[in-house]
């Protein structure tokens, strides 16, 4: 049994020769990140270590959130961060940082909405009997005891989104069907904060929308094991993919 993550069937959707690239030849590329994944690791960072904070009942004060921010981007910088667009500097991309945290601590301050785990590990069992089964990692989880529902939260720090789309979402909602089984959980909200536009949006799903996700899911999963082929699908997000150096397509 291969255990799936929500990144690896993604990759198969978005392009089957990186999908190849990633995690039949596990190619090591030589980039190790972009500018833009390395921003949005260390603003996750400290996220996540301001709500340990919240959870210890310690509250935490903007300055400490920001000085947490900077530390951990020094201590991990490294040279071969790649700068995808040539006009913009890493100074551009670390007050970027420093923007997010201030945004969303204003408008989130007290943090008083009960969050109750941190890179919260969900087992997605898609037809209960261990065949098919999907791990993910939930940025934050909120339950409301008043009215019950439980909240998953996402960081993104990219571009924003529709709620036509973030309704289509798969992610999120797959791991809305491992908290619920876990929790025993009625009502799961997906809720998504874009940092760079200081907006908050929410989804919700169906039992019914959730049973047609796992069996598609499935089927993708079983195309995946079953394939032989992996074609290059260019697309916009070719620039931003790390295995450029060894596909033809890119080098083209
Ligand atoms: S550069 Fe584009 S076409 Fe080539 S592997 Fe990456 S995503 Fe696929």
Request: hydrophobic letters at 35%; aromatic letters at 14%.
């Amino acid at each position: 049994m291969t255990l799936y993550s929500y990144s690896r069937i993604s990759t198969f959707e978005q392009c089957p020769l990186k999908f190849k690239f990633r995690y039949i030849e596990k190619i090591t590329p030589e980039i190790e990140h972009t500018v833009e994944a390395y921003l949005g690791g260390k603003v996750h960072e400290a996220l996540e270590w301001m709500y340990s904070q919240v959870i210890k009942k310690q509250a935490p004060q903007l300055e400490d959130v920001i000085e947490y921010y900077a530390k951990s981007w020094k201590k991990d910088f490294k040279e071969n961060i790649r700068i995808v667009n040539p006009q913009l500097t890493f100074e551009y991309y670390f007050d970027k940082g420093i923007k997010f945290i201030i945004d969303y601590f204003v408008k989130n301050y007290p943090f008083s909405d009960n969050t109750i785990e941190l890179e919260h590990q969900v087992i997605i069992d898609l037809n209960n009997n261990g065949k098919y089964v999907l791990q993910g990692y939930i940025d934050r989880l909120v339950h409301d005891k008043e009215s019950n529902i439980f909240e998953i939260h996402d960081y993104k720090t990219g571009s924003i989104r529709s709620q036509d789309d973030l309704d289509k979402d798969k992610q999120l909602a797959l791991y809305s069907i491992g908290v619920k089984d876990k929790f025993n959980a009625e009502e799961v909200h997906l809720i998504w904060h874009f940092l760079d536009f200081n907006q908050k949006m929410i989804s919700k799903r169906t039992p019914e929308q959730l049973e047609q996700l796992k069996q598609e899911i499935i089927r993708l999963i079983n195309k995946i094991e079953s394939t032989t082929d992996f074609p290059a699908i260019p697309s916009s997000l070719c620039r931003w993919c790390e295995f450029g150096k060894y596909c033809e397509f890119k080098k083209g």
